[in-house]
């Protein structure tokens, strides 16, 4: 397994209420980390996929796996308390003979192929990269609801997941943390700590993180064009 993929579904999805994880609410009949693992299973670039959850929903997962019968592993590894700590156990789960490790929220199940290609290749190429999108709102800096500062449009990037990284890199970005007792929002930001350079390419406006109830209608939208974009590919064949 050269190029592996982590997908960490092991939080509670509080923002969404209702106490189903957001990564097994249902869309269109299956559950959200489905359609995200799909696209992985889809991808010619990715070898192997580890979906990292809390050890209390591994079988109800691997029901909804097993219905799939991907062409690629799917192997299961417990999750931790935290992002970064669930990222963590993953990683040391890793067969010796990974290469690159790419990292994706469960919950951004609309991510395109070629965009799971450019961010490998460019993390082949400089070690670390990520997906990001400009901001279109003005971006003010706070202190206890008072504004700060105005920061510079174009100097804000979004980042989105999937962020790739060398396997070698990733490892001691993650050592590093743990020792010095940092936690980060993302993997990028850890590689960052070691004064490494990260690569930033351009994302999509579609590729959304769920994360709140409003998402949703979005959401179906999008796989009801997914749906006819491959219904019309299919007429073509």
């Given amino acids: 397994m050269k190029v592996l993929a982590i997908i960490p579904a092991a939080g509670t999805g509080v923002r969404m209420g209702g106490g189903t994880p957001k990564q097994f609410l249902s869309l269109e009949g299956v559950p ?8 992985f299973a889809a991808s010619n670039v990715i070898d192997g996929i580890f979906l990292a959850l809390r050890p209390e929903e591994m079988e109800r997962a691997r029901k909804d796996i097993d219905r799939e019968r991907f062409s690629k592993p799917v192997r299961l590894v417990a999750g931790g308390t935290s992002r970064q700590e669930t990222v963590g156990h993953a990683l040391a789960e890793a067969p010796a003979t990974t290469e690159m490790v790419v990292v994706h929220d469960a919950v951004r199940p609309f991510v395109e192929l070629d965009l799971i290609q450019r961010v490998v290749e460019a ?25 700060r500062g105005t ?36 993997e990028s930001s850890l590689v960052e700590r070691l004064d490494h ?36 590919a299919e007429i073509r064949s």
């Avoid at 993390?123 to 504004?147: C, N, Y």
């Avoid at 743990?178 to 993302?186: I, R």
């Avoid at 390419?201 to 064009?225: C, E, F, H, V, W």
Wanted: glycine share 6%.
């Fill in 32 to 39: 959200i980390f489905i359609h995200t693992l799909r696209k």
């Fill in 123 to 147: 993390a082949r190429q400089h070690g670390a990269a990520v997906l990001g999108i400009p901001s279109v709102d003005t971006v003010k800096q706070v202190e206890r609801q008072i504004i």
């Fill in 151 to 186: 920061i510079p449009r174009e100097r804000i990037v979004l980042a989105q997941t999937p962020q790739a990284f060398r396997f070698n890199l990733i490892r001691e970005a993650f050592a590093r943390a743990e020792a010095d007792g940092f936690y980060g929002s993302d």
């Fill in 197 to 232: 350079t990260v690569t930033v390419l351009m994302g999509s406006d579609r590729n959304i993180k769920i994360t709140k109830p409003s998402d949703l209608p979005l959401a179906r939208l999008y796989i009801a064009q997914e749906r006819e974009r491959g219904e019309r």
